[in-house]
C-alpha cells in the first residue's frame, strides 16, 4: 500500500465507475465527495457536504475538507485531513472517542434537522425525522 500526499480534484456531475488514485472527486450536483482512501488500501471513501458533515473548501487552486476523514470501519483505520489538495496524516482514535464521535455527529444532525419538534407535536408527528429515515434507508 502507497499512502498518497497529494490529491488533485476534478468537479464532476456523476463519479466515474472507477475511481483514479489521487484523485479527489467533487460533485456540487449530489453534495457529495469522493476519492480512494489516502492510505492506499483502495476503498472508496464517501463524504458528503451538508452543515452536519463535511465542508469544502475551494481557493480557485486547490480544495480543503473540515473536519477530518477518519475511516473508523475500514480495516486500515486512517485518519486525516484534506488540505490546500494535501494529506495531513492524524493520529487514530480509539473506539472510545470513535463512538462519542458518532454520537455527537447524529446529536448535530438532529438538533439541525429538527428532530426534537417530533416530541412536542401530535401523534402523527411522532415517526421517525427526515435524518433518521434516510439513515434507516440506506443502513
Not at 499512502?3 to 449530489?30: K, W
Not at 451538508?50 to 480543503?64: A, E, K, R, V
Request: positive net charge; contains cysteine.
Amino acid at each position: 500500500m502507497k499512502r498518497h500526499a497529494i490529491f488533485r480534484h476534478e468537479f464532476v456531475e456523476s463519479f466515474p465507475t472507477t475511481l483514479e488514485v489521487g484523485v479527489v472527486y467533487i460533485s456540487m450536483q449530489y453534495a457529495t465527495i469522493t476519492h480512494q482512501c489516502a492510505c492506499g488500501c483502495g476503498n472508496e471513501v464517501v463524504t458528503p457536504l451538508s452543515p452536519t458533515d463535511w465542508q469544502l473548501y475551494f481557493d480557485g487552486i486547490s480544495i480543503s475538507l473540515s473536519p477530518s476523514i477518519g475511516n473508523w470501519n475500514f480495516a486500515c483505520r486512517s485518519h486525516y485531513f484534506i488540505r490546500q489538495n494535501r494529506v495531513q496524516w492524524a493520529r487514530q482514535w480509539t473506539q472510545t472517542e470513535v463512538d462519542a464521535g458518532r454520537k455527537r455527529d447524529l446529536l448535530a444532525k438532529e438538533q439541525y434537522f429538527g428532530e426534537d419538534r417530533n416530541a412536542k407535536a401530535g401523534p402523527e408527528a411522532k415517526r421517525p425525522g427526515r435524518w433518521r429515515r434516510f439513515l434507516e434507508r440506506f443502513l
